[in-house]
């Protein structure tokens, strides 16, 4: 039993498949983000080096940097699970 099979309790939108009509329309939205993340993660973080507080026990530079690393890897984990995987063998029988 593999990971995504209903071998461990997951919400039903991460088992379901997703329509084809929705991977273009989601891959686009996913990009989109993703360069949005990546000119938030560099752009208003550089305002943050003269600001010493902390935020979380990590100056604030650095929990800037890793909040928007986090939605990196959601927006890379999404677009694994619905755009990019193959379907397995057993999916593909008819």
Sequence with gaps: MDFFSGGCILP???????????????????GLLFALAMIMGVGPGVLLVNYPDTLLGLPRIYTWGLLWYAVHVVIAATAYRFLWRQPLDRDRRE
């Design 12 to 30: 039903a939108i991460l088992v379901m498949d997703i329509n084809y009509r929705f991977r273009r329309p989601l891959g686009l939205f996913l």
